[in-house]
């Protein structure tokens, strides 16, 4: 049972323009969602969060959209640049006092094109 | 750079061996978690420790065991391996050990098993 998915393994945007990936899930007990980036051979970098009590954080180029009632969360890359090819997890935690494990999406990878 | 550090980078071995990863989590970060990534698959939570002590348990199987040492490195120790076991297997901290919070990944360590 997945419960977050990234549906499109890979997306493919020309420099300049947004870069919009996409993310479900199903656990209405998530209460904070993370995106990350990966490059090959290096780990997952953290790029952005977001809490469920926001709809919205933005970071420089990067903001995160949150739609609870979807459970559908989204990352907006405006401008993308060719360093930003690489592939992109999104991830949820839900509170409790047995940890914080991230569960991740299966990702998807970017191609910005010069 | 996330400040958190895995060895070995590589580590090639045969079916029933024994391995052990090893990861410095950032300075100041109680939390390590491990998780693993298998071709084409998206990261896979394997257990959290915090100070010391086993928080959260996820798809770990009972040939795996981890360990986090009083100088808060922990080790995942990994027995009688098979070839479904090659993976890439990531380390992350964080300062908390519940609730919400982002997590640093190190770099990984591929395991392959022939």
């Known amino acids: 049972d997945q419960q977050v998915k990234q549906n499109s393994p890979s997306l493919s945007v020309q420099e300049g323009r947004i870069s919009i990936l996409n993310c479900d899930y199903t656990n209405s007990m998530f209460d904070y969602f993370l995106w990350y980036k990966k490059y090959p051979a290096e780990g997952p970098t953290f790029l952005i969060s977001?809490?469920?009590?926001?709809d919205k954080n933005e970071d420089g180029r990067f903001t995160v959209f949150l739609n609870k009632s979807a459970k559908h969360l989204s990352l907006h890359i405006v401008p993308s640049q060719p360093g930003d090819s690489a592939v992109y997890f999104c991830a949820a935690s839900a509170y409790n006092n047995a940890g914080n494990m991230l569960t991740f999406g299966g990702g998807t990878r970017l191609m910005v094109k010069p | 750079d996330s400040g958190v550090t895995q060895t070995p980078k590589h580590l090639i071995t045969a079916t029933g061996q024994r391995v052990t990863l090893r990861c410095s989590p950032r300075s100041g970060d109680l939390s390590v978690y491990w998780y693993q990534q298998s071709l084409d698959q998206g990261l896979q939570f394997l257990i959290q420790?915090?100070?010391?002590?086993?928080?959260a348990k996820g798809n770990i199987l009972e040939r795996f065991s981890a360990q986090q040492f009083p100088d808060l490195h922990s080790e995942l120790n990994l027995s009688s391996l098979e070839l479904g076991d090659s993976a890439l297997y990531f380390c992350?901290?964080?300062?908390?050990?519940?609730?919400?919070?982002?997590?640093?990944f190190g770099p990984g360590t591929r395991l392959t098993v022939l």
């Open positions: 977001i809490s469920s009590i926001k």
């Open positions: 992350a901290s964080s300062v908390v050990g519940t609730g919400s919070g982002e997590q640093f």
């Open positions: 420790y915090y100070n010391g002590e086993e928080r």
